[in-house]
């Protein structure tokens, strides 16, 4: 019995996994060009490489990322300094 009931589960759970890790055509057309970024180049045919080469941009671009997070891509906010409080004494 415990062993139907889990056979007749298993399709709802593994939709509830595919639905949270499903990606947008749009989605994988921005990774191929942000890998590309970084010097990867998708290409056809047998590869022996693939799985190397593809792992080592991934490497490249997360770096890239963090350079460009941590160095300012963009800003927010803003500061002031001087103007508007008096000098203590």
């Known amino acids: 019995m415990l062993t139907a009931a889990l056979l007749a589960a298993a399709p709802a759970l593994t939709q509830a996994q ?11 057309r921005q990774e191929l060009a942000d890998l590309a970024s970084v010097g990867y180049q998708a290409g056809g045919g047998e590869d022996p490489t693939y799985p190397s080469k593809v792992q080592d941009a991934m490497q490249r671009l997360a770096a890239k990322r963090a350079a460009q997070s941590e160095y300012g891509a963009g800003t927010s ?3 002031q300094t001087g103007a508007g409080h008096p000098a203590a004494q």
């Open 18 to 28: 595919e639905s949270s890790t499903r990606v947008t055509r749009a989605q994988v």
């Open 77 to 79: 906010g803003s500061s």
